[in-house]
């Protein structure tokens, strides 16, 4: 059976700050799996957390302003993980390291 909890552990035990969760890409090779990932990454932070968007699924589906404000927040370090399909996250680091 396939599970999210391998991949548990880029969320810390116990936070005290959003920035304790590191900043990262994560690659998978479905859309609905990305977003499944993201909601089950997010259900591991503290409540008082959830709804700041900390993780967030994106691939070419979402719209050019969604992904456009994902990566601008993940560079200002308010979204700490952004789960991607590989053709998505090579446009991510295309926006971070070429500005």
Known sequence: MNSFRDIDFVIPESITSPTDIPKAFIYVDDITAGGELADHLNGRVDEKYRHLGLMRPYNATM????????????KEGVVRVLVCMDAAGMVCHSFLFNL
Request: proline share 0%; no cysteine.
């Open 63 to 74: 719209s050019k302003n969604y992904r456009k404000t994902a990566l601008q927040l993940f």
